[in-house]
């Protein structure tokens, strides 16, 4: 089955034709060697659903584009038969009373309303912050066979419909709007947000960077309510991010709370339609405060409001009284360090008047049952392995469906369980990472499936264990396309700390490992966000990490102690003094490689490599333990805790003034004496997340020192390094790596 598929650019369309006619030349015995163009310039992509469980029925629907023609669909897929069975929009658009179709922009994604009549279609999506988007958005309505735009006067964030399907909420401006689907008429619930200042119904930058939220309203069951934020962030000062494309450069002014800085401060508010009546709901004066989630409790009679200190070591939910904005306190987590959230947290259960809360109270990530009767909490999933989402409750057949880590902390698969804890059940038979869509009525599910050395399925299943027909997609076509290439095949390893940890890790050979010695290349992460040994398919930076193999390197990724999925002692050893077990766990692994997994490593040629956070171990591999690898490649590196975000930086490392001692030992500006050389410090110049100035302060003080080293800058590209486009920033930035490699450890000869 053909599926919405996203097309490369021109210039990726000129190289994957070139990379064919190379293919088409070559005999069919030979395999051809991998190139970073063919990479990046989307050759070995994946093919992709754009894919939607429908609200009413047990289907899908996803979209297909024609490649063929300018058609581009919404189908309908019956889970009960395997076949298509509806056709919900076009882009072939036939007006009312006509005959001849108005051919309508192409789209990125699209929404359902509860009750499947309206589609809300999204297309023309560009960034808003590193994970949100605005679009300009359109509403097709089924039945009377009209499509309309939800707004003319620009593009929106955030937009979902009514639990009644007669309303449509979107944040345009900073401000929040509330659309009748019978009328049109449209009601400006706030008027005074603005891009810089007041943030209505979504999260900032500052929020959904360090808590993951984006959405932060949220209707009542009835849709005659809506609960909304609004973020006040004049007590940030503001960051000056500067882009060079004019005579003049553009400053934009970012607000940016520090490590010890002043904070947004967040209010919560009540709109109620029938009265048109704003209530303020009381979350308490403290501007050293957050608020982290809000929800409608599962009666629909009160809000539940989930509040954070400073510290992030005290987490309550607050029961609001929507009448008047009274609230009180009906549960409360405390640690001694930090509680860990989830976004999307709290989960209703109308039938019993509870909430299921998932928390890692008892040190590993669970589901608790909250009843709003008693006010007590009780535990549904026990072990030593972590819940990493819950997916849906089956009132009818009291069953708890959630992602789990189980088998693997590599992996992801699906469960379900009784609300008492019994009777609990894998649903995905294959290690690897399982992503899952679950039907309205729970009795079927999409599985998206991959693992680390095969790309993603599409599969539908019941979830009495069966699988359902042919797959929606196998990807026969990308793996044919990497038979034809040799591809150096990716092995997990496990190894043990320096105090008897476990610890994760994948490697790769280089196609030739024998003869002389080769170097090391250890490629890290390392935050206690995000785990980077996983086993699942990720074809463009394991592709980029094969081919580097394929050059002559030995590659291995590691997650070190501090890193998720494995219990919240093990992701919290480095709390306040983050860095130093990330690095003590990098030379054993260098040690564990070189003696025991029978590599031809050249110890003297070990490199170690990292983005972000692990641009951060990187410039502290360079700096504080310099005696220990021979080059460095840090990619927008944190370099000062004290110039990153506070959210982050005060859950790990507490407040500055608190903590002077781990922030002056744990920044690499302030080891730079210990520096030997073979660093290569990279950094976007419009990165809105780690700040060009920590590369500037480290690129300072190495001056300052009189040490050599490379930088190199790249003009108005953000964190991600991507000009979502055709990648050629990622493909040159990947080829200045390959480079530096080369000429630091002696492999190779470079290569336009």
């Known amino acids: 089955m053909k599926c919405y598929l996203r097309l490369p650019s021109v210039a990726g369309c000129v190289l994957l034709f070139l990379s064919l006619q190379q293919a088409s030349a070559q005999k069919r015995t030979e395999k051809l060697p991998l190139n970073l163009e063919s990479i990046w310039g989307g050759y070995f992509d994946e093919q ?81 912050f590193r994970i949100s988007g605005k679009e300009a958005c359109y509403v097709w309505n089924r039945n009377k066979k009209i499509l309309r735009a939800v707004t003319v006067d620009g593009k929106v964030s955030y937009i979902s419909f009514s639990p009644d399907s007669k309303k449509l909420a ?66 940030v000062k503001n960051y000056p991010i500067t882009y060079y494309d004019k005579n003049y450069p553009d400053v934009y002014g970012q607000r940016y709370p520090k490590a010890g800085e002043a904070i947004p401060q967040v209010e919560v508010f009540l709109y109620n339609f029938p009265f048109k009546l704003l209530t303020k709901l009381d979350v308490g004066v403290n501007p050293n405060q957050y608020i982290t989630g809000i929800n409608w409790s599962p009666d629909g009679k009160s809000v539940l409001i989930q509040r954070l200190n400073r510290p992030q070591n005290f987490l309550e939910i607050l029961q609001a009284n929507i009448k ?82 189980e088998p693997s902390p590599r992996g992801s698969s699906l469960y379900r369980i009784k609300y008492d804890g019994t009777q609990r059940r894998r649903l995905t038979d294959k290690n690897g990472w399982h992503e899952t869509l679950l039907a309205n009525t729970k009795r079927y599910f999409l599985d998206i499936y991959s693992n680390l050395n095969n790309p993603t399925i599409y599969q539908m299943y019941s979830t009495r264990e069966q699988k359902l027909y042919q797959p929606l997609i196998e990807n026969k076509e990308l793996k044919n396309r990497l038979s034809q290439y040799k591809i150096p095949e990716v092995d997990f390893f496990t190894f043990k700390s320096s105090d008897d940890k476990l610890l994760y890790g994948y490697f790769i050979r280089p196609l030739n490992a024998e003869g002389a010695k080769h170097p090391l290349l250890i490629y890290n992460y390392g935050s206690p966000e995000l785990q980077g040994v996983t086993d699942r398919w990720n074809d463009k930076v394991l592709m980029s990490l094969k081919y580097l193999a394929s050059q002559g390197y ?169 000009d979502n486009v055709n990648n050629i920033t990622r493909l040159n930035l990947f080829i200045k790596i390959r480079n530096f490699l080369n000429n630091q450890l002696g492999v190779g000869n470079n290569q336009k």
């Open 324 to 405: 008047n904005g009274n609230t009180k306190t009906i549960y409360s987590e405390t640690k001694p360090d930090y509680v860990k959230l989830f976004p999307d947290n709290l989960f209703c259960i109308k039938s019993r008047n509870s909430f299921l809360w998932q928390t890692e109270k008892n040190g590993w990530s669970h589901i608790y049952e909250f009843s709003m009767d008693s006010l007590k909490m009780k535990q549904v999933t026990t072990g030593d392995w972590e819940v990493q989402k819950i997916k849906g409750v089956d009132e009818e057949n009291s069953f708890i469906y959630y992602m789990s880590n």
């Open 170 to 235: 979107y944040i345009l401006n900073n401000n929040l709007y509330v659309k009748d689907m019978e009328t049109d008429a449209v009601i400006a619930i706030t008027s005074d947000g603005s891009m810089d200042n007041i943030t209505y119904g979504c999260a900032d930058a500052l929020y959904e960077n360090g808590f993951g939220l984006r959405k932060m309203y949220s209707w009542s069951e009835d849709g005659k309510n809506i609960v909304f934020t609004r973020i006040n962030e004049l007590p």
């Open 48 to 128: 992709q659903l754009v894919v939607h469980p429908m609200n009413t029925q047990e289907k899908i629907a996803f979209i297909y584009a024609d490649k063929n023609s300018s058609n581009e669909l919404i189908l309908s897929l019956d889970f009960t038969t395997g076949r298509l069975v509806d056709t919900l929009f076009t882009n072939q658009v036939v007006p009312k009373g006509d005959s001849v179709p108005v051919t309508f922009t192409f789209f990125e994604d699209f929404e359902l309303s509860p009750n499947d009549s309206l589609v809300l279609i999204k297309a023309q999506a560009q960034p808003l």
């Open 554 to 722: 030995y590659v291995a990724c590691i997650d070190t102690r501090g890193t998720p999925g494995k219990g919240e002692i093990y992701r919290k050893v480095n709390y306040k003094k983050i860095g130093d077990s990330e690095l003590d766990d990098l030379m054993q692994a260098k040690k564990f490689i070189i003696r025991s997994m029978n590599a031809n490593v050249d110890s003297a040629k070990v490199a170690v490599m990292g983005w972000s956070y692990g641009g951060y171990i990187s410039t502290l591999a360079a700096t504080k333990y310099a005696s220990g690898f021979a080059a460095a490649i840090a990619i927008a590196p944190v370099t000062n805790w004290r110039l990153y975000e506070n959210i982050f930086a005060e859950r790990y490392m507490t407040m500055p003034s608190e903590n002077p001692d781990g922030y002056l030992n744990n920044a690499p500006v302030n080891f730079v004496n210990n520096y030997k050389g073979g660093l290569l410090l990279v950094h976007g110049t419009a990165d809105d997340n780690v700040h060009l100035q920590n590369s500037m302060v480290l690129s300072r003080e190495l001056v300052n020192a009189n040490k050599q080293f490379d930088q190199y800058y790249l003009t108005d590209r953000g964190h991600l390094l991507n």
